[in-house]
C-alpha cells in the first residue's frame, strides 16, 4: 500500500515535475517566438524605413508619380470637414507632400506631419524655411507611431495602400483609433479600381468605398467618395479614390 502509494506520489511528483518543464518549456519557445516575431516586425520596419529613405534620398519631386503641385481634392475634404482652424491635424505620409503648405496658406495652426522618411521631411523643412519651426515634424513608421495627443483631423494620401500584410493593417487602425479624437474626421485617398498593382517597387492594395470601409469598421461611418485620375510628372493616369469618414462621437 505504502509502496503504492509512493508510486503514485512519484508519479504523481513525476508528472507535475514533467508539466513544469514543459510549461517552461513552452513558455520559453512562446517567448522565443515572440521575440523573433518582434525582431520580424523591426527588420520589416527597417527594410521600410530604408526603402523609402531612398526613393527620397535619389529622386526629386517631378520624378516621384504621386507628387502633386497643389493638392486639390485633398484640401476640398479637408475644408468640408469643417474643423476649427485651431484643432490639430496630422498628415501622415506626407514628408515631401506641399499639403502642409496649403494648411499653412488656410491658417491651420496646429499641424503634424508624419513620415518614415526622415530625408521626405528635411526636404519640406527646407522647402518651408522658418515657417517649418511652426511644424510638428513626427518621423516614424505609421503602424508604430505613438502619438503625443488626438488629432480632430486624419489625412492620408497614398500611405494605406501600402499595407498588404493583415497585421501592418490591424496596426495602422490600432493606431488611427488612439490618435483620431472621438468624432474626428479622416480623409483618406488609396489608389483606386483600376489603379496602379505597384508602385516605387513595392506592391500596393487597390481600394474602393466600399472595401475601404469594411478595413476600417462600423466606427467610421461614410461622408463623402470622390474619384480622381491624378496625372503623374511623367503625364500617366492612375486612378485614386479618396474616402471622408467620420469617427463615431462615442465608442
Not at 119 to 138: P, T
Not at 146 to 164: G, I, K, M, N
Request: proline letters at 3%; one cysteine or more.
Amino acid at each position: 500500500m505504502s509502496d503504492r502509494h509512493n508510486d503514485r506520489g512519484d508519479f504523481s511528483m513525476g508528472v507535475c515535475t514533467d508539466d513544469g518543464n514543459r510549461l517552461g518549456l513552452s513558455l520559453k519557445v512562446l517567448g522565443s517566438r515572440h521575440k523573433q516575431r518582434d525582431n520580424a516586425a523591426r527588420r520589416v520596419m527597417g527594410d521600410r524605413q530604408t526603402h523609402w529613405e531612398g526613393i527620397y534620398e535619389r529622386t526629386t519631386p517631378v520624378d516621384r508619380s504621386w507628387h502633386q503641385d497643389e493638392p486639390a481634392l485633398s484640401l476640398e475634404l479637408i475644408a468640408a470637414a469643417a474643423v476649427s482652424r485651431d484643432a490639430p491635424v496630422i498628415d501622415v505620409g506626407g514628408g515631401a507632400s506641399v499639403l502642409v503648405d496649403f494648411l499653412i496658406r488656410d491658417r491651420y495652426r496646429d499641424i503634424t506631419v508624419l513620415d518614415i522618411s526622415g530625408a521626405a521631411l528635411a526636404a519640406s523643412k527646407k522647402r518651408l524655411g522658418d515657417v517649418a519651426e511652426d511644424i510638428q515634424w513626427r518621423e516614424a513608421d505609421v503602424t508604430q507611431y505613438e502619438s503625443p495627443h488626438q488629432y480632430a483631423l486624419w489625412h492620408d494620401r497614398a500611405v494605406f495602400h501600402f499595407l498588404t500584410d493583415e497585421l501592418d493593417r490591424q496596426q495602422y487602425r490600432a493606431v488611427l483609433e488612439k490618435s483620431l479624437t472621438p468624432g474626428g474626421d479622416l480623409v483618406i485617398a488609396t489608389f483606386g479600381r483600376g489603379g496602379p498593382t505597384k508602385c516605387s517597387g513595392l506592391d500596393v492594395v487597390q481600394y474602393d468605398a466600399e472595401k475601404l470601409g469594411a478595413e476600417l469598421g462600423a466606427e467610421f461611418r461614410l461622408l463623402n467618395v470622390r474619384d480622381e485620375v491624378h496625372l503623374t510628372p511623367s503625364m500617366k493616369q492612375q486612378q485614386f479614390t479618396y474616402c471622408h469618414f467620420r469617427r463615431a462621437s462615442t465608442q
